[in-house]
């Protein structure tokens, strides 16, 4: 089961590009790696997913290294409102057998 | 947002009562989660289904029992309340493929106190 390590909390301030890195030291290979928000009192929310190198959307980068046993989401020019907390998400297909692994979350806290 | 609803959004209940949560969904997707949230532990997964009346384990099932009857509702039932068992508890979905290789969707959650 791969177990995932968060830093437990980063601040950044407005305008600035935020790396939060999370270690997934026995990732399986058909796992994938999955990024998601969550703000106070709601549900988590899907950021970005990737299996490997890199992968942007409009929101994020994510950067996977050849090994896989870290990966880095990427917040470009961080605003109030991404103050949240970040989880990473490392499984597979649960049918296969699989497991997921929350992280423990990031609290992100972004100042003005 | 995925059309998502858990009931009660709270509850308290005393220790040895039975609850039953319920996880609503109007996405007509195929996979529906039951999570618990407590501090320091992120998310955990208690169970999972991946059709009507197919359910399969999570990490931390001991203690809960699910069923799904119809593909909209997924119930997560607690046969006797424990003080361990206070936690958040989310819904989530997902419709192409079981979690981890597929976006899930999160319902509100529902937060439960066992005293």
């Known amino acids: 089961l791969a177990k995932t390590t968060q830093p437990i909390s980063m601040d950044s301030y407005e305008g600035q590009e935020v790396n939060i890195t999370c270690s997934h030291n026995?990732?399986?290979?058909?796992?994938?790696i999955t990024w998601y928000q969550q703000f106070p009192s709601q549900g988590p929310r899907f950021i970005i997913q990737?299996?490997?190198t890199k992968v942007t959307n409009e929101v994020a980068s994510l950067f996977i290294p050849a090994d896989r046993k870290s990966s880095t989401l990427s917040l470009p020019r961080v605003s109030l409102s991404d103050t949240a907390v970040y989880y990473c998400?490392?499984?597979?297909?649960?049918?296969?057998?699989?497991?997921?692994?929350f992280g423990s979350g990031t609290q992100l806290t972004v100042l003005p | 947002d995925a059309g998502i609803t858990q009931s009660p959004r709270h509850k308290v209940t005393e220790t040895g009562t039975p609850v039953t949560l319920r996880c609503h969904q109007t996405?007509?997707?195929?996979?529906m989660y039951w999570y618990r949230q407590d501090p320091g532990h992120g998310l955990r997964l208690i169970h999972y289904?991946?059709?009507?009346?197919?359910?399969d384990k999570g990490e931390v099932s001991d203690g809960y029992s699910v069923s799904r009857s119809k593909t909209e509702d997924f119930l997560l039932t607690l046969e006797s309340a424990t003080s361990s068992q206070t936690s958040v508890y989310f819904c989530?979905?997902?419709?192409?493929?079981?979690?981890?290789?597929?976006?899930?969707?999160f319902g509100p959650g529902t937060r439960l106190t066992v005293l």
């Open positions: 998400l490392v499984g597979d297909d649960l049918g296969g057998g699989g497991q997921l692994t």
């Open positions: 989530a979905i997902s419709d192409q493929g079981l979690a981890g290789r597929f976006e899930q969707f």
């Open positions: 289904s991946y059709g009507v009346k197919d359910t």
């Open positions: 026995n990732i399986a290979t058909n796992d994938y």
């Open positions: 996405e007509n997707h195929r996979y």
């Open positions: 990737g299996y490997k």
